[in-house]
């Protein structure tokens, strides 16, 4: 397997337009996070799902924010309208639990919003 | 508010020094993770801690987890420049069995040869 697939994994995009990040998590993996990383707050849960249902979205910052997982190959993160606060790492993790207790780490999406 | 606090928050190091880093919580977790990150990667991870107590052994990284399973510390011998990254730990809700894990900030070490 080739592990967490994300992209894209730089996105450099104008304060107002809709950004949209994906995720491919490891086949049979039935955990999907998605997180957020900056200096200041460190790797925040934005939102994870089971079998493709989203379980907690308590951390998605406001409504700009949504999420996806139409199946369990695929799940995307979308903002809109960005902000320039918006600006960090958002990193997609899969996980298979119980039986697997790792979080596999995709190579994460650096979106700046000028 | 941070469920996992991990300090210090930097530390920086010369080659052959040892050191030691914390996890801290006021929860207790079923499991306590370790993960390291470096830069434009995601974190990796090193070693899962279960039982109260619990010691593991990584090369020269000690990791234990506290009695009470609030707490665990990593502890590197002669650290080496490759040693260098941002060290997260984690924990699995001892009451969930949703498998939401919760990080802490993180203690970015450097090392310098």
């Known amino acids: 397997d080739a592990g967490v697939i994300q992209s894209p994994r730089h996105e450099v995009t104008e304060m107002g337009q809709e950004v949209t990040l994906r995720c491919k998590p490891i086949?049979?993996?039935?955990?999907l996070f998605w997180y957020r990383q900056t200096m200041m707050r460190g790797l925040e849960l934005l939102i994870y799902?089971?079998?493709?249902?989203?379980?907690?979205d308590s951390g998605m910052p406001e409504d700009r924010f949504s999420a996806k997982m139409p199946n369990a190959s695929f799940s995307t993160l979308k903002i809109q309208p960005s902000e320039p606060r918006d600006s960090a790492v958002y990193f997609c993790?899969?996980?298979?639990?119980?039986?697997?207790?790792?979080?596999?780490f995709g190579q994460g999406t650096r979106l700046t919003v000028v | 508010t941070q469920l996992l606090e991990q300090s210090p928050q930097f530390l920086s190091i010369q080659e052959g020094e040892n050191l030691t880093v914390y996890c801290n919580s006021s929860s207790v977790f079923s499991s306590l993770q370790w993960y390291r990150q470096e830069p434009g990667e995601g974190p990796v991870l090193l070693v899962t801690v279960v039982t109260g107590g619990e010691v593991k052994k990584l090369k020269r990284l000690t990791f234990q987890f506290g009695d009470a399973r609030k707490d665990s510390s990593l502890h590197i011998t002669a650290a080496q420049p490759g040693d260098t990254g941002l060290y997260l730990c984690?924990?699995?809700?001892?009451?969930?069995?949703?498998?939401?894990?919760?990080f802490g900030r993180g203690t970015q070490l450097t090392v310098w040869p």
């Open positions: 799902f089971n079998n493709n249902v989203p379980i907690d």
């Open positions: 984690a924990g699995v809700d001892r009451g969930s069995t949703l498998g939401r894990l919760y």
């Open positions: 993790a899969s996980r298979q639990f119980p039986t697997g207790v790792e979080a596999f």
């Open positions: 086949s049979g993996h039935d955990y």
